[in-house]
């Protein structure tokens, strides 16, 4: 199993055009996520999925959007990109097990990354 | 809302030692989940340990374990016998089990493991 994937590994964008980052998973999984990572600041959650056809903000979504058109794959996309969206995007999936007394957090499991650039 | 603190920012460990990296948590639900991630240089983020809210266990896996203190809201991760291989950034996350989706990390520690 190739786990999650994620294409591409490396993009160099100008101000204002527009990209879309695939993430695929074959490990049957329900729930997907896009995270960004920037400097001191840990991973932040963009949007994520609870399924096929379902997608959901997270806590900073603004200039992106997503769309889950296949289980196994979840697309981030920016419309028109800014200096400010230069970061890591991180792609994760996770199982939803049921919650119980003992424990039942889903551990999300991650992608390689994708270091966009914004000039 | 829930947060992470892990108050140190780098550490120094001959190898071979032990070492533990702090990480302290703030939520108001009762059922959770905490994780532990490695980032080593390459940039990959490797799931390293989980530990529920409700295990009376302490968590471990291999030469990591999870010291899990509820009412101290820490979950400190110790990895024994350090070796070369183990210098990375290490994360703590968390993430409330009903409702919200959101896996929160802390800031980090970067591990550097010394010959």
């Known amino acids: 199993n190739a786990g999650v994937t994620q294409t591409p590994k490396f993009r160099v964008l100008k101000t204002g055009q527009s990209m879309t980052l695939l993430c695929a998973q074959d490990?049957?999984?329900?729930?997907m996520y896009w995270y960004r990572q920037d400097p001191g600041m840990g991973l932040r959650l963009i949007h994520y999925?609870?399924?096929?056809?379902?997608?959901a903000k997270g806590e900073v979504p603004d200039g992106y959007n997503v769309s889950r058109l296949k289980k196994q794959n979840f697309l981030l996309g920016l419309e028109s990109a800014a200096p400010s969206q230069t970061s890591v995007y991180f792609c994760?999936?996770?199982?939803?097990?049921?919650?119980?007394?003992?424990?039942?957090?889903?551990?999300?499991?991650f992608g390689p990354g994708t270091r966009l650039t914004v000039l | 809302a829930q947060k992470i603190t892990q108050t140190q920012p780098g550490m120094f460990v001959q190898e071979k030692e032990a070492v533990t990296l702090d990480c302290t948590y703030d939520?108001?639900?009762?059922?959770?989940?905490l994780f532990w991630y490695k980032q080593p240089s390459s940039g990959e983020m490797i799931f390293l340990i989980y530990q529920g809210s409700y295990d009376e266990q302490n968590a471990t896996e291999g030469r990591y374990s999870l010291n899990f203190q509820k009412a101290r809201k820490s979950a400190n991760l110790v990895i024994s016998a350090s070796q070369l291989g183990d210098s990375a950034m290490y994360f703590c996350?968390?993430?409330?089990?009903?409702?919200?989706?959101?896996?929160?990390f802390g800031t980090g520690t970067r591990l550097t493991i010394i010959p």
């Open positions: 490990m049957n999984h329900e729930y």
């Open positions: 939520t108001s639900d009762q059922s959770y989940g």
């Open positions: 994760a999936s996770s199982y939803r097990k049921r919650p119980g007394l003992a424990g039942g957090a889903d551990t999300q499991y």
């Open positions: 999925s609870v399924g096929e056809g379902t997608t």
């Open positions: 996350a968390i993430k409330e089990n009903f409702g919200n989706e959101k896996l929160t």
